[in-house]
C-alpha cells in the first residue's frame, strides 16, 4: 500500500475524494487500523503517532478515530481501565454532532477488544454505562 502511495499525487489531508491520489492521513489511518487490529504494537503505534501529526486541529473527529484506535492498543497490552478511560475522554471530548456512526463503532471497538476476564472490571462497565451500551448490544 505505501509502495502504490508513493506513486499518487499529493494531495490535503482533508481530501479524500480526489480522482487518482490519497492523502498521506488516509494511509496512515488505514495503516494505524490495521496493525492496530492485527496485533502489531509497534507498528499501529508509529502509524498512529504518523496519522495524528498528519491531521490538522479541525478535523476533529479523525482524530478521534486515531486516539480510539490507541485506546484499543492500551487494552489489548493489558491496560484495559486505561484504555476504556483513553476512549471515554476521547469521546466526551466531541460535540454530540460529531459522535458519529463511526465514532460510535470505534467507542464499541475498545470495549471488544477488552478480554472476556476484564468485561466486570468496574472502568468498563463505567465505559459501556457512559456509551449506553449494554452487553450483547
Known amino acids: 500500500m505505501e509502495q ?3 506513486r499518487l499525487p499529493a494531495v490535503a489531508p482533508d481530501d479524500r475524494l480526489a ?16 496493525y492496530t ?22 478535523m476533529r473527529r479523525q482524530r478521534a478515530q486515531i ?7 492500551l487494552v489489548q497490552n493489558g491496560e484495559i481501565a486505561a484504555g476504556v478511560a483513553h476512549a471515554a475522554q476521547t469521546v466526551q471530548a466531541l460535540a454530540p454532532a460529531q459522535r458519529t ?3 460510535q463503532r470505534g467507542a464499541r471497538m475498545v470495549l471488544d477488544a477488552v478480554p472476556d476476564e476484564g468485561i ?10 457512559a456509551l449506553v451500551l449494554r452487553p450483547g448490544e
Do not use: K, N
Open 19 to 34: 480522482i487518482g491520489a490519497w492523502p498521506e492521513t488516509a494511509l496512515q489511518h488505514t495503516a494505524a487500523f490495521t
Open 37 to 58: 487490529h492485527t496485533g502489531d504494537a509497534d507498528l499501529a503505534d508509529r502509524a498512529r503517532t504518523a496519522a495524528l501529526s498528519l491531521y490538522p486541529p479541525a
Open 120 to 129: 466486570t472490571q468496574p472502568a468498563v462497565l463505567e465505559y459501556r454505562d
Open 4 to 6: 502504490r502511495w508513493d
Open 101 to 103: 456512526t463511526t465514532i
Open 67 to 73: 486516539e480510539l484506535l490507541t485506546a484499543v492498543g
